[in-house]
């Protein structure tokens, strides 16, 4: 059915302007004042702003790992990420080494079909390189749309990739036009770092930390940043935690390499010492890359600022604290690695970003949303509001007030990372491709009427063109 939203504040990556916005099957058809109401539905968003949906291009939706699986699957994921703001989530497809890629994604295609309720893509995990693995990535690219890869430089014995692995993915990544994501910790050292932890009976979560420091993550980005560079490839390192890390990227950009950088709500407003609360409550907190000394949040802050950070995902990747997280509890090595962040990623961005002046309203829109579709192959369809494009749209209330809490919140877990936070501006209604999933704050839609996403090629250093067409 044909929507109108009359009386809002339009915000673009480039733009803030007050208009109307009509929409027909999905689309937005039409942008100005006094378009035509006849058979539309009128929705009035007076004093609020209407966004393009938010991107979150990093989940881990219903995936083992640490010897469970995350708590939120693909309908409780979407739902939270919906209520927060997020019209489409990429998720991270694991593959595992001998197997066909193949077997993965459909794998993935299971855990989301029926229970995806906003858009949803993937990216591929590249665990090794071989004639198998060559042989497959184009047809990846051309059938599946996945245009992403993501070599894991940590973990090792489990998902750790070598530097052939990484390099060779990254020459195959430039040749077919997709982006390598890297997670940048020097997983050998890391492993060394926590053996000898253990060994001294060093087993609480604030170790979880301290043996794996920024000079590890700065040393991984670094060292990724330069193979990048000598392949001549495209790189976005994902979950950027500390200053180490953003110098690395700030390096690598300055000579003009095609790298990327994403970083976390959690790294921007939580900090190590979190890591350290009493009763093991520590271990809600433990992320990897680990949370970071309080004065690395302006560093990140600033770097958004400034472009030298340009996304922000949620790493989503949840576990309850009881049964879970517990783990753990008496080795830090065994607690899972991750946390419930797909809600609030938006309104923690908007609340301590915009709110506080860190960055701009237009900048919060690059950030959030428009940035991840040009980088992942789903701009102008996504990631903006302009004629042609999916109606995913935000209506937010810029003055709306939530606390935080597990209480509230719709994922599926115990706790809540950011539990008693307050945040300043709220997700009203959120549409995706022109229907109600949220609606004045309640749930309205339905799982499986997420669609899944074939996205575009990379195109090298083109993704920040303003002027693509129209291409999926
Ligand atoms: N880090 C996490 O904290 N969770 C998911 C995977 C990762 O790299
Ligand atoms: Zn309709
Ligand atoms: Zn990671
Ligand atoms: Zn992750």
């Keep these: 059915m044909k929507k109108l939203i009359k009386n809002g504040t ?3 990556a480039a733009d803030t ?18 378009l035509p109401a006849a ?16 991107i979150d291009p990093h989940t881990h939706l219903d995936m083992p790992f640490c010897g469970t699986v995350t708590k939120d699957d693909f309908e409780t994921g979407t739902i939270a990420a919906a209520f927060g703001g997020t019209t489409t989530i990429i998720d991270f497809c694991l593959t595992a080494k001998g197997e066909p890629l193949k077997t993965a994604i459909q794998t993935w295609h299971k855990k989301s079909r029926d229970k995806a309720v906003i858009d949803y893509g993937f990216h591929l995990m590249i665990g090794e390189i071989n004639e198998k693995v060559l042989n497959e990535l184009p047809q990846i690219i051309e059938k599946e749309g996945i245009t992403s890869f993501k070599v894991f430089m940590a ?8 530097d052939e692995t990484l390099f060779r993915t990254l020459l195959a990544a430039k040749e077919l036009g997709a982006l390598v994501m890297v997670h940048a910790e020097n997983g050998d050292v890391i492993d060394f770092l926590t053996k000898k932890a253990l060994k001294e009976g060093k087993t609480e979560p604030i170790y979880h930390a301290l043996t794996r420091p920024p000079e590890v993550e700065g040393e991984a980005t670094g060292r990724a940043a330069q193979l990048a560079g000598l392949a001549d490839s495209q790189l976005y390192v994902v979950h950027v935690s500390c200053a180490d ?17 994403e970083t976390c709500p959690q790294y921007l407003v939580l900090d190590e010492s979190y890591l350290e609360k009493p009763d093991f409550e520590g271990a809600k907190y433990v992320w990897s890359p680990p949370l970071r000394e309080k004065w690395n949040q302006e560093v990140l802050w600033n770097a958004l600022k400034t472009g030298q950070l340009q996304t922000i995902g949620s790493d989503q990747c949840s576990f309850d604290f009881k049964g879970q997280k517990d783990l753990g509890r008496d080795d830090f090595t065994k607690i899972p690695n991750g946390g419930p962040t797909i809600e609030d990623r938006f309104s923690i961005l908007f609340s301590e970003g915009v709110k506080k002046g860190r960055i701009d309203l237009n900048q919060f829109v690059d950030i959030t949303s428009t940035r991840a579709a040009k980088l992942f192959g789903l701009y102008p369809k996504k990631g903006t509001i302009s004629v042609g494009s999916d109606a995913d749209i935000v209506i937010f209330d810029p003055e709306m007030e939530r606390t ?29 491709r022109g229907e109600f999933v949220i609606r004045d704050k309640k749930f309205v839609g339905s799982p499986g009427s997420g669609k899944y996403l074939k996205r575009a090629k990379y195109k090298q250093n083109t993704s920040i063109d303003q002027n693509e067409t129209l291409s999926i």
Aim: net charge negative; glycine share 10%; no cysteine.
């Design 17 to 34: 302007f007050s208009a109307d916005l009509l929409i027909e099957n999905g689309i937005i058809s039409a942008i100005g004042t006094n």
């Design 155 to 162: 973990y090792k014995n489990v998902f750790q990739a070598d």
């Design 39 to 54: 058979g539309a539905e009128i929705i009035n968003a007076e004093g609020r702003y209407v966004f393009p949906g938010g």
């Design 10 to 12: 339009i915000v673009t």
């Design 245 to 261: 890390a953003v110098e690395k990227i700030s390096e690598a950009r300055a000579k003009g390499f095609d790298i990327w950088g």
């Design 404 to 432: 935080l809490s597990a209480e509230t919140h719709n994922m599926a877990v115990d706790y809540n990372a950011f539990e008693g936070m307050k945040v300043r501006g709220e997700p009203v209604s959120v549409l995706v």
